[in-house]
Nanobody, 114 residues
Framework: QVQVVESGGGLVQAGGSLRLSCEAS????????VGWYRRTPGKERELVAV??????PNYADFVKGRFAISTDGANTAYLLMNGLTPEDTAVYYC?????????WGQGTQVTVSS
């Protein structure tokens, strides 16, 4: 069973930055898809950013130009978040997919104060 652990969330003021980390128990390069999602109270979980093997990253319109997804080529993926706004307050989840396997972490809370 693949373990996925997010970290890096916290409380930040509007306009600030955070970098979320997603550490997998195996090398992350084997996954077909690495993605970040978020969920706010009362809303469905929504895609923030995703990268598929051999393709450029895709971003939700509401984060384009502010967030960037990357990996270290080993076990960790990142989500760099700049220009945070209170609307970005959510629990952020990392998702890894390999073939029929789909793996989620427990999430990390990001709270942006105005």
């Amino acid at each position: 069973q693949v373990q996925v652990v997010e970290s890096g969330g916290g409380l930040v003021q509007a306009g600030g930055s955070l970098r979320l980390s997603c550490e997998a128990s195996i090398n992350i390069v084997i996954f077909d898809t690495v993605g970040w999602y978020r969920r706010t109270p009362g809303k469905e979980r929504e895609l923030v950013a995703v990268v598929q093997t051999g393709s450029a990253p895709n971003y939700a319109d509401f984060v384009k130009g502010r967030f960037a997804i990357s990996t270290d080529g080993a076990n960790t993926a990142y989500l760099l978040m700049n220009g945070l706004t209170p609307e970005d307050t959510a629990v952020y989840y990392c998702h890894l997919r390999y073939g029929s396997g789909s793996y989620w972490g427990q999430g990390t809370q990001v709270t942006v104060s105005s």
